[in-house]
């Protein structure tokens, strides 16, 4: 059966409840500055679980990484270590089925985000959480790529609530 975007909203958060994470409804904030945002959670420090007004069939489930100064100036095309990486990077998002996309400020990459989808006609608990904890395991395991390939990279220090524990804890 065909689900609404409130009723698929109102199982999301329900499904964030059981994690005992903080989270913000944050609807109110994202359709202030658009209307191409149906509804959002920010869930812990970097998760965003939304429902694009384009896609009336998915919802999304993004983890943002954002990177300080001191590591963006490391992630330059012309650093050898950083064009390995970025295979590396590119191959296991392939083979986890999560897309990937590098934050840029001008020039610099500022942050990388971590997605999936889950379709509405399979949006459950299970599903949830399933695609929650893929996107969550490629994202502690793209942050330990980025720190073998740079030393000294400190990568998001703010990411254990939400990434690097599970949906079950």
């Known amino acids: 059966m065909v689900k609404t975007s409130d009723e698929m909203k109102n199982l999301v958060e329900e499904f964030i409840k059981v994690t005992n994470i903080n989270y ?8 202030e500055k658009s209307n191409l945002i149906e509804w959002q ?3 812990g420090t970097n998760v965003i679980v939304s429902k694009n007004a384009n896609r009336t069939d998915r919802i999304h489930l993004n983890v943002n990484m954002r990177f ?3 590591d963006s100036k ?8 950083f064009s390995k990486a970025v295979m590396d990077i590119s191959e296991i998002c392939t083979v986890c089925n999560v897309g990937h996309q590098w934050v ?5 990459i500022v942050g ?12 459950d608990r299970i599903s949830f959480h399933n695609t929650w904890d893929n996107v969550a395991r490629v994202t502690a ?10 030393s ?9 609530e939400t990434t690097e524990k599970t949906m079950y804890g």
Do not use: C, W, Y
Request: net charge negative; proline share 5%; charged share 30%.
């Open 68 to 70: 300080p100064p001191d």
């Open 24 to 31: 913000e409804d944050q609807t109110g904030k994202v359709r």
């Open 152 to 160: 000294g990279f400190a990568g998001q220090a703010n990411s254990e």
């Open 104 to 108: 840029k400020d001008k020039e610099d």
């Open 74 to 81: 490391l992630l330059v095309m012309k650093n050898p270590s």
């Open 112 to 123: 990388l985000a971590i997605f999936s989808h889950i379709d509405e006609q399979i949006l």
């Open 41 to 43: 959670f920010r869930v």
């Open 141 to 150: 395991h793209i942050q330990k790529i980025l720190r073998s390939n740079f």
